[in-house]
């Protein structure tokens, strides 16, 4: 990977936010915090399907770590081989939920993404809107949507799509970034999660209330480990500090400090900054 590749990439994953792309506002029924105005929906799946993964080599170690934590997570609720993964991205999880025995497929708008699962992984994923493709009713066991729901512009009309395919007793999880955790009460405007990516903003509340609005029953709100490199956690810190450009060198995974700081993890609790919730058809 290039150095400029790699800076592009830390601007992808850990984008500091911005005020030009709308602004928030709260539903008054179910208490969303959600961007207005939002595009069309096929205009963000059109950008979405032209996203490369040019990050996919930078954060792969962290993510294939806390993807084993959210298959245990599974296993605890849920029996069951047939697993389909929206919004699979570069198929970290799905790659572990597949050498667990899992039946897995997965669904991902980035074509760039899906070659990348494919390549690296050799996963069944297929590059196309999780709308379009009309599974048949009752067909899997379980659905994951692990940090999707807040890029969607109908969060519900997903839910409750995944709701029909899902067989009896079939299990959903879905996980976000949580407006109402600590991370978020601190920063405020400067929350990491702020970005022009994030359509929806949801507490653990608003996420438990559109599940219960999609039809699902015995909701509940669950955790996983997380994990993060010393330096991904380092780098936007000095961006927020806005001293990153003049020490961007020193930081490259390639360079010493850069291995050295790559190879120490935090692992914490999905709760200090995410909400994730199951629910039963």
Known sequence: MKQDDFQEGIESVYMLPGDKYGRHVKCRNCQLVYVNPIEKKSKINENYSKRESIDASIIRESRLRAAKSQLELIQRYKKGTNLLDIGCGEGFFLFNASKAGYRAKGVELSQDATAY???????????AAFEELQFPEDYFDVITLWQVLEHVPHPLLLLKEAHRILKPGGLLVASTPNIGGIPAGILHRKWWNVRRLHINQFTTETLTG???????KNISSVSYRESISLLMLFIPLL???????????LFYPASIIGKIMNKMVLIYRSTLDNCTVIGFK
């Open 117 to 127: 699962a494919k390549r690296e992984f050799g996963l069944d994923v297929e590059a």
């Open 210 to 216: 559109i599940f219960r609005n999609a039809g699902f």
């Open 239 to 249: 961006k927020y500090l806005k001293i990153y450009k003049s020490l961007k060198a």
